[in-house]
């Protein structure tokens, strides 16, 4: 059974940063895009940075873009997101998705597997 566990949110204030982990088990994830994706109070799921399988490969949304930054861990089964001048904006449920293919994307339903989301919280 695929499980994906996010971990590493909180309350942080604006300017600062916060390092989130995503924790694949199940199956063996060196094959599969990761990405992740965010959702505000009362707002839609939004796609936030996606991941290749071989980690090479990174998109990100405009409005993170060279604020945050993607990876993965050396056995593939762990991704990360390093938040860095976080705004208010910026406070939502976090959630990791996979989906076994070889390149991220945007697209919120054509991700199979979904984490159950972390908090984080950012103050003016």
């Known amino acids: 059974q695929v499980q994906l566990v996010e971990s590493g949110g909180g309350s942080v204030q604006a300017g600062g940063s916060l390092r989130l982990s995503c924790t694949a088990s199940g199956r063996t994830f060196s094959s599969y895009a990761m990405g992740w994706f965010r959702q505000a109070p009362g707002k839609e799921r939004e796609f936030i940075a996606g991941?290749?399988?071989?980690?090479?490969?990174?998109i990100y949304a405009d409005s993170v873009k060279g604020r945050f930054t993607i990876s993965r861990g050396y056995g593939k089964n762990t991704m990360y997101l390093q938040m860095n001048s976080l705004k208010p904006g910026d406070t939502a449920v976090y959630y990791c998705?996979?989906?076994?293919?070889?390149?991220?994307?945007?697209?919120?339903?054509?991700?199979?597997?979904w984490g159950q989301g972390t908090q984080v919280t950012v103050s003016s």
């Open positions: 998705a996979a989906d076994y293919r070889n390149y991220a994307a945007a697209d919120l339903a054509s991700w199979s597997y």
């Open positions: 991941i290749s399988w071989s980690g090479r490969s990174t």
